[in-house]
């Protein structure tokens, strides 16, 4: 079975600046995916951004990119120029592409506070 | 607008009482999920369903049960059997089905709060 890590339970970040979010997985596959969701306090998830496995460049969505290094399992979310509203929970979460089971594997989150 | 809602935002169960969460799509996708979300922790899968009337346990399925009669509908029931259900829970829904094509996405409702009386 798949297991997503995240060992960060909170981070803060000044507005305006980097922070990096890390996430690990455990997987025997190849072939997969992996995201990362957005919770704000309306607790509604919200794709953030999408990484293929069998893809080598790291995905990119505006102020958010990710760091995937497939040998090390690693998949961090970085997020430039901070903005009060990116203040949520944030998710890593695994998804096999093996037969036809699509269910999403989540980590226990990372709780992000932006600061003025 | 096309997405997915889930009702009540809220629901109190009394003990021993059956509640039925319910989830709405008009996304036209194939696939529907239901997870729980417990305090300090990540959502895990209840149950799925790729296709009308077919689903699938999750991983916590348990004191859990779904339906599947119309695509735009995944009704969850959590019965007496389960004895710790507060908590928040989310459906979401995806393209993908049997066909498992490459892309696929899961989009989440706004959720519903269980507490129990």
């Known amino acids: 079975a798949q297991t997503v890590t995240q060992s960060q339970p909170e981070m803060s970040v000044q507005e305006a600046e980097t922070v990096t979010l890390s996430c690990t997985y455990d997987t025997s596959e190849s072939d997969y995916y992996l995201f990362w969701y957005k919770q704000p306090p309306s607790r509604q998830m919200i794709l953030v951004i999408r990484?293929?496995?069998?893809?080598?460049q790291n995905a990119t969505e505006n102020r958010f990119s990710v760091n995937f290094q497939k040998a090390a399992k690693s998949f961090s979310l970085k997020i430039s120029d901070s903005q009060l509203g990116d203040a949520a929970m944030y998710f890593c979460a695994y998804r096999s592409h093996t037969g036809t089971a699509s269910k999403l594997t989540f980590g226990t989150g990372t709780r992000l506070q932006v600061t003025l | 607008d096309g997405g997915i809602t889930q009702s009540p935002k809220y629901l109190f169960r009394k003990e021993g009482q059956n509640v039925t969460l319910s989830c709405e799509q008009n996304l036209n996708h194939d696939a529907m999920y239901w997870y729980r979300q417990d305090p300090g922790q990540g959502l895990r899968l209840i149950y799925y369903?790729?296709?009308?009337?077919?689903?699938q346990k999750g991983d916590i399925a348990e004191g859990y049960s779904v339906s599947r009669e119309k695509k735009e509908s995944f009704p969850l029931t959590v019965t007496s059997a389960q004895k710790n259900p507060t908590a928040f829970y989310l459906c979401?829904?995806?393209?993908?089905?049997?066909?498992?094509?490459?892309?696929?996405?899961?989009?989440f409702g706004p959720g519903t709060r269980l507490l129990v009386l």
């Open positions: 979401a829904s995806s393209t993908q089905g049997l066909a498992g094509a490459r892309g696929e996405t899961q989009y």
């Open positions: 369903s790729q296709i009308v009337n077919d689903f």
């Open positions: 990484q293929e496995a069998y893809k080598q």
